[in-house]
């Protein structure tokens, strides 16, 4: 997942991306030399993707360590690492062309996981520098500025002048970062997650900052991972033989930590000291598996910390294995504080949309389909001479994510999003049993209902006639609204 070239970005096209308020000129070198000065991020960019309640962005306070069990000592020791399975975060121009990406061996279609399978993709901008990484994962991430949007691929590479790739999905730069219960995937990552999500840029590793103010992004090898629960929120999937190959007790989407008295005054070089103060602060989730290697943090491709630079470094190889056996799942904590110092409750997840538009769909009426659109999580309907009506029971209208399910009990309110003159009816079964049945509603239509035990559903849509239309559901759980966030007074790291 690395890249054999680093992204050079020019000051005009960081300025206007980044969006900081102060970008010292010294923060555009990315030689090991480069010395910057305090800068504040602004969230949902280029230099610092996603929201600032983002889980990348926010830190928890008094968090709660499983001591029972360390990671395990493997082949190799543990690394940080810009190399072949990592990735790189290309900035995109607003001038840049399309770009349409094949499938594997030059097929016409590109897996897409959120649609439900294989589709066209066209990147509506492709920067020239895109090198995807140079390991069989072949990782390559890219940031859209006029969109916010950040596209990832896996195993990325041009063969006879065509970009393939075997796998592809996208993310709102200005989101959480991570899949919720309807779309599931957000990047090339086995946790469903953007591949740069995480990363230790190069723009910040000579930033004079103690510490990265961001979590990082971390694999862990088989003997480490769990068989028996191979994720858990905020992660949305995870390497689907967990069952037959992991022999561990850390689910993918963990966040990892050092305890907060880990002694980090004596290690050298600083560049590892800044890795660990992360680690005891924000920590790492866990997001992908790796062969062999205890953990692995991500860096930018073409980024150095200046580890092992001359040679194999006994001492930072020991501190590396001792930050191995001193790293912790984080089971809970008293309260989080994201990257704008505020605290908030992120401790479970927030309310979400629990059902997905993705079918696949069987027509009932009518001579033409209409097409699941992931940009906007909507059926979308051709116009059409007479009545196109569709059904999903299946069950892939709930969501694919086991944490995101609605629960037996709560209070669910449906939504309905339409235009063009499109409705959709959400039938809510318990057992053999027909439960609530939201009837046909168009735009704004609205219904609240206890969601049942045992609960499976049916969704129908109906097109309208004579022009094109969308239609998409939304199942939220509903919730006593959450107290105002407030600035935190004190912290040990200060405001970011």
């Known amino acids: 997942m690395f890249f054999e070239k680093s992204l050079s970005v020019s000051a005009r096209q960081l300025t206007k991306v980044i969006g900081w308020s102060v970008l010292s000129a010294c923060a555009l070198n990315l030689s090991a030399h480069a010395q910057t000065t305090t800068t504040t991020p602004t969230f949902s960019t280029y230099a610092t993707p996603f929201s600032a309640q983002s889980k990348w962005n926010s830190r928890p306070i008094q968090p709660v360590l499983d001591m029972s069990f360390t990671i395990p000592k493997s082949t190799y020791y543990p690394e940080i690492s810009a190399g072949a399975y990592s990735t790189g975060l290309f900035l995109a121009k607003a001038d840049d062309q399309p770009m349409k990406i094949y499938g594997t061996n030059g097929a016409v279609l590109v897996n897409n996981p959120d649609a439900g399978g294989n589709t066209e993709v066209t990147i509506p901008r492709w920067p020239a520098s895109t090198l995807p990484a140079s390991g069989s994962d072949g990782h390559a991430d890219i940031y859209d500025p006029v969109t916010n949007v950040i596209h990832s691929f896996w195993q990325l590479k041009k063969v006879n002048g065509k970009w393939q790739a075997a796998l592809y999905a996208w993310s709102p730069a200005d989101g959480t970062g991570w899949g919720d219960a309807a779309h599931f995937y957000h990047g090339a990552r086995a946790t469903g997650v953007a591949a740069s999500a995480g990363l230790i840029r190069a723009h910040e590793i000579n930033d004079g900052q103690p510490m990265y103010r961001h979590a990082l992004a971390m694999s862990l090898t088989y003997n480490a991972l769990s068989a028996t629960e191979p994720y858990v929120w905020p992660a949305t999937a995870a390497d689907g033989d967990a069952a037959k190959t992991n022999s561990g007790k850390i689910p993918q989407g963990s966040l990892l930590m050092l305890p907060a008295d880990y002694d980090t005054s004596k290690i050298f070089p600083t560049s590892l000291r800044k890795v660990a103060e992360t680690l005891k602060t924000y920590g790492a989730y866990v997001v992908d598996r790796n062969v062999g290697t205890p953990f692995v943090i991500y860096m930018e491709t ?195």
Not at 386 to 402: C, D, E
Not at 439 to 446: H, I, P
Not at 458 to 480: F, R, T
């Open 302 to 496: 073409g980024s150095t910390l200046g580890i092992h630079a001359k040679g194999w470094d006994n001492n930072a190889a020991a501190e590396l294995d001792r930050i191995r056996a001193n790293l912790r799942r984080v089971t809970s904590a008293g309260t989080w504080v994201d990257g704008n110092n505020k605290v908030f409750n992120g401790a479970t997840p927030p309310p979400q949309n629990g059902l997905s538009m993705r079918g696949p769909w069987t027509r009932t009426a009518g001579t033409v389909d209409p097409k699941f659109d992931t940009w906007s999580q909507s059926l979308v309907f051709p116009a059409s001479p007479t009545l196109i009506s569709v059904t999903n029971g299946n069950g892939s209208g709930l969501g694919k994510v086991k944490w995101g399910a609605p629960v037996a009990g709560t209070t669910q309110q449906w939504t309905v999003t339409a235009t063009g003159g499109t409705s959709l009816r959400l039938m809510v079964y318990s057992g053999s049993k027909l439960s609530y049945d939201t009837g046909y509603l168009g735009d704004k239509g609205t219904r609240r209902f206890v969601w049942p035990t045992g609960a499976w559903i049916v969704l129908a849509a109906n097109s309208g006639v004579n022009k094109a239309g969308s239609i998409k559901g939304d199942l939220v759980p509903v919730v006593e609204p959450a107290p105002a966030a407030t600035a935190l007074k004190s912290t040990s790291t200060g405001s970011r």
